[in-house]
């Protein structure tokens, strides 16, 4: 069979899989390229969603040459022999930068004065957000659009059509497989496809299961995403409930969710849900996070089960969270006072805490505000119990 994936690779906007909110018939993005007014671009979003396949049909669209060049092995002097080749020409070339997340520093500005001229029209493309991986000079000069994971009933579609074309057989148990299986990803979805009719048709659930044994992002049902099972997770830790938990963390330890991915959401749930009732739980998450990156499955599993087992025994407090979410509510609601003269910077009179026995009464902001309510729970009493200590008896 040939590669289906190469072979189904969409040619047109309108072929595209998925991708409404940026490709429908009234949607800016398609309206930028369509008017050729698309500037450098970032296209963001999980695997086999259409990101490379997007950047070649823009550039067909545009009717540019096309240049294809990866982070990874990714040499400035290539650029520049791009650029001198269309220095003179009327219609300059457009550049795909792929696992543009692994540009260096570096890397990112000696690209900016080639962006800023124009000299070639610049489309990245990265499984991580570019306002994070990517400089504020990169990110002021092109715009950024997050891919979606192709829907179920946008895989199933896609499937039958490929299926009908190739006139392959596949029972259904097998058809609902490659799609939930795949996650989203259609690249992954036509190999899985490619190899189980290189072994037989009907391709049965039994051969695919042999093939790929575990789902790749997705979680142990169809109807139930790894974005569902996270939330299911999480929602088990902060309510206390153990063996939930257990049971959400290993559909997505079985449904082949990274362990990198579910460290960080525990690291976020310790500060958020746990916060100062147990300040450990933020030490023993960051712990956590670090060993799996360098241990990996199937010993991470272990690491993983002793964290949700402590965050889920921890006494809960979200009192960090509503402050800082106080604090810049305020801000945004502009609710902005100057910082008092005698804390700034080199200031001549103020008054150093520990030349007065660690405290001294001094105001640090020139109007009143209150954000912080303490929940009193676990080590957070001592916190406050702490704090009260310290002003209580020299106010």
Known sequence: MKNLALAYRPKTLDGMIGQPHLLGKDAPLRKMIESDALPHTFLYGPPGCGKTTLARIIATTLDRPFYELNATTFKIEDLRKIFKTYANALQKPLIFIDEVHRLSKNQQEVLLPFMERYDALIIGASTENPYYTMTAAMRSRSHLFKLEAVSDEEMHAYLESVLKREEVEAEE????????????????????????????????????????????????????????????????????????????????????EPAEFIARRLAILASEDV??????ALN?????????????????????SQLVIYLASSPKSNSAYMAINKAQKAIKEGIIYPVP??????????????????????????????????????????????HEKIITPKR
């Open 173 to 256: 148990e097998a058809k609902a497989y490659l799609v939930f299986s795949s996650g989203g990803d259609i690249r992954a979805m036509l190999n899985l496809l490619e190899s189980a009719a290189a072994v037989q048709t009907p391709i049965t659930l039994d051969i695919l299961k042999q093939i790929r044994p575990h789902a790749m992002q997705m979680g142990s049902s169809e109807s139930e995403s790894h974005y569902e099972l996270t939330s299911a997770m999480i929602k088990s830790i902060r309510g206390s409930d153990i063996d939930a938990a257990l049971y959400y963390l290993a559909q997505l330890i079985e449904g082949g």
């Open 275 to 280: 916060g100062n009732a147990n300040p450990h």
């Open 284 to 304: 023993l998450a960051s712990s956590t996070l670090n060993i799996v990156k360098h241990i990996g499955y199937p010993e991470a599993r272990i690491s993983l």
């Open 341 to 386: 003269d005698h804390i700034k910077t080199h200031a001549k009179h103020y008054r150093y805490p520990h030349d007065f026995g660690g405290w001294v009464a001094q105001e640090y902001l020139t109007a009143p505000l209150h954000f912080y309510e303490t929940r009193k729970i676990g080590f957070e009493k001592t916190l406050y119990e702490w």
